[in-house]
């Protein structure tokens, strides 16, 4: 039963996480109830990351919605802001961090009705690669060490540094977060901390929800995502900020 329960939540994730994020909020509880420790059901939790996102990234590749030779540029910064950020110890309160982590998420999910042309609408915009780099980058360090609400962040920064709308910012995210994956996860498999059992079952959850999530932003398009983007924003601004202040 409680695999099932599992395969649901990997399901319900992968359509989130495609079309906005916040998915592991639903599996690390899920995996948890399973009676997986929290170091296992993080790194357990990325095999169902890793699905979705190839599920998705094909999708999107093939209704030619990817930019791929930019996606790859900008992988760089991220995987080594990723690695960097996985390596090193931030002398900061963790709750401090998520509450302040939450409030900007209310003030983007603002940003969103204030500004509703710039997330649905591609921009023609003179592309800095330094600039784009270092933004990156400093994502990716943020990403390392905590990795909550990383995938807003990456959307922020590809609709307004980059100029494309929010499929194409769902598209790009996917193949970043994807890559970055990767290498965490090894991370967790070299340290024993995944399983595999589990992740099986996620994965394939996972899977049918990267496809129908990225199904959905294509078919339906920028401002349905926008909509469901704000949604979610408010939710996990509000609960990062209640989850910090209980601490």
Do not use: C, H
Not at 69 to 97: E, H, M, Q, Y
Not at 115 to 131: A, S
Not at 207 to 215: K, N, T
């Amino acid at each position: 039963m409680l695999y099932i329960l599992v395969y649901l939540a990997g399901l319900f994730s992968g359509f989130i996480n495609v079309i906005a994020g916040g998915g592991s909020l639903i599996t690390l509880p899920v995996l948890n109830l399973l009676g997986l420790p929290i170091d296992i059901a993080n790194g357990t939790n990325r095999i169902g990351i890793i699905f979705q996102n190839i599920t998705a990234t094909t999708k999107f590749r093939k209704s030619d919605v990817l930019d791929l030779k930019r996606a790859i540029f900008l992988s760089i910064p991220a995987t080594l802001g990723a690695l960097v950020g996985a390596n090193i110890v931030v002398n900061i309160d963790r709750a401090l961090l998520k509450s302040i982590v939450g409030f900007i998420l209310i003030i983007m999910s603002i940003f969103l009705i204030w500004k509703p042309d710039i997330w649905t609408k591609e921009r023609k915009v003179k592309k800095n690669n330094i600039l784009s780099f270092i933004v990156f980058f400093l994502i990716g360090i943020y990403g390392g060490f905590i990795q909550a609400g990383v995938g807003f962040f990456l959307m922020s920064a590809l609709v307004l540094l980059e100029g494309y709308d929010l499929v194409k910012t769902n598209a790009i995210k996917v193949f970043l977060v994807l890559i970055y994956t990767l290498f965490a996860f090894i991370v967790f498999a070299l340290n024993n901390q995944v399983n595999y059992l589990a992740g099986f079952v996620l994965a394939l959850g996972s899977i049918s929800g990267g496809y129908l999530g990225s199904s959905f932003s294509i078919k339906k398009g920028s401002k349905w995502i926008q909509r469901i983007l704000f949604v979610i924003l408010i939710i996990i601004g509000i609960y990062y900020i209640f989850n910090a202040l209980n601490k």
